[in-house]
């Protein structure tokens, strides 16, 4: 079992419901799904670009990513409907804690003049959204094998029912937020 998921199981998820004054233990919230997702739009000009950019995400995720495809037509962005954008992972699971102890231990703390995460990076339902800048912050990339940097973003899907509880669950998980 994963470090994270063990800690929330056995410590966090009491210490949630007590906090937040749940009477019954199935309303506590907890992490439910992670997606990573990356747009990649010079793939309309360069299909090679998607089996790069596959095998990076691949490894920091642990799985494969799925392919995105343009859902209709934009002219002045010339894309086609049907074209690929882009590729996103949803991670559930012991991959899921995996890569969120990962995030939040190693390679949030790399993250240049990092002051932590804004609270407004939540949506109203306790979702959170991260983008990052650059791949090469992930220890399983090499920064030797990449052409260029690309940004993606990270959704931590909660089951809290608003923003307070969904970050009360982050910060007890470890996630730095800004003060």
Do not use: C, H, W
Not at 10 to 29: F, H, I, S, T, W
Not at 76 to 102: E, H, W
Not at 128 to 133: A, D, P, S, W
């Amino acid at each position: 079992m994963q470090r994270l998921k063990q800690k929330y199981t056995q410590e966090l998820r009491a210490k949630l419901q007590q906090e937040l004054g749940l009477k019954n233990a199935l309303a506590v919230p907890g992490v439910k799904k992670i997606v990573i997702s990356i747009g990649l739009g010079e793939a309309k000009e360069n299909s090679g670009i998607l089996d790069k950019v596959k095998v990076y995400v691949s490894m920091l995720a642990g799985q494969a990513p799925v392919i995105t495809l343009a859902k209709k037509s934009i002219a002045s962005f010339k894309v086609a409907k049907g074209q690929p954008i882009g590729m996103m992972v949803t991670l559930r699971g012991d991959k899921m804690y995996a890569f969120l102890d990962k995030l939040v231990n190693i390679v949030l703390p790399k993250v240049r003049d990092f002051r932590g995460i804004s609270a407004d990076s939540f949506d109203s339902f306790g979702n959170l959204n991260i983008g990052l800048k650059e791949q090469t912050i992930f220890p399983e990339v090499d920064y030797k094998s990449i052409d260029k940097t690309r940004g993606l973003a990270v959704t931590i899907t909660t089951s809290a029912r608003n923003k307070e509880e969904g970050k009360k669950l982050l910060e007890y998980l470890g996630m730095p937020f800004r003060i």
